[in-house]
């Protein structure tokens, strides 16, 4: 599909974190945000990244990547800043990946583009192995205008919800499209588990 764009949406704070920067957080030698935008061109070669102004730290991180990074003077906002700046700079199908996702793969988000190929006007949705809903998302070209009309930190939830028939639900592996690390529990639990498996 090559009129398709993945959004890296990384405006955000990391409030939670208390004090540290979750995509700076070292995995395996590399930030997480690089990480996560490493993943995203081993998948598909147009990514779009969102900062806030000024993120020298997140910039630098990314600065040799062959991406597309958005500053926005409203990321204040919360999500729906990253995702009206996204839709804009999109001119057809529409990727949501979430900066802070480590266990996705190129290969999850090649499945999720194949599968857009094939039904060109559904939303995909990647799931858990056991169908929970989760992340990435693909929105349809049609539906970018209401992107516009996105407020606060709720994200696109509005969108799905209005267009609920047209969400097709695709299982990723294990909990792939749900581990999210955004507080330092979160992280600690994750390295645990990544810890283990390697030594299993």
């Known amino acids: 599909m090559s009129h398709l ?9 990391s409030s939670r974190m208390r004090g540290q ?17 490493i993943t995203a061109l081993a998948a598909h070669p147009k990514v779009v990244i ?9 910039t630098f991180a990314l600065h040799d990547l062959p991406l597309k990074i958005l500053t926005l003077d409203d990321a204040a906002e ?17 990727m ?25 006007l559904a939303i995909l949705r990647g799931t858990a192995a056991d169908g929970t809903p989760g992340h990435p998302v693909i929105f349809p070209p ?19 919800q209005a267009n609920k028939a047209r969400i097709r639900l695709l ?11 955004d507080t330092p529990e979160a992280w600690a639990a994750w390295r645990q588990t990544a810890s283990n498996t390697r030594a299993s």
């Open 96 to 120: 949501i990946l979430p900066a802070d996702m480590p266990d996705l793969t190129p290969d999850d988000l090649r499945a999720l583009i194949a599968a857009a190929d094939l039904e060109p």
């Open 50 to 58: 969102t900062l806030r102004p000024q993120d020298h730290a997140r």
């Open 78 to 94: 919360g999500l729906s800043a990253s995702l009206r700046a996204g839709a804009v700079a999109c001119n057809g199908h529409l």
């Open 21 to 37: 920067d979750k995509l700076l957080l070292d995995i395996d030698g590399q930030p997480l945000i690089r990480r996560t935008a």
């Open 142 to 160: 049609d539906l970018l205008p209401a992107f516009a009309h996105l407020r606060g930190d709720a994200g696109a939830r509005a969108i799905l």
């Open 5 to 13: 764009t993945i959004l890296i949406p990384a405006a955000g704070a």
């Open 171 to 181: 299982a990723l592996p294990d909990a792939h499209a749900l581990t999210d690390l």
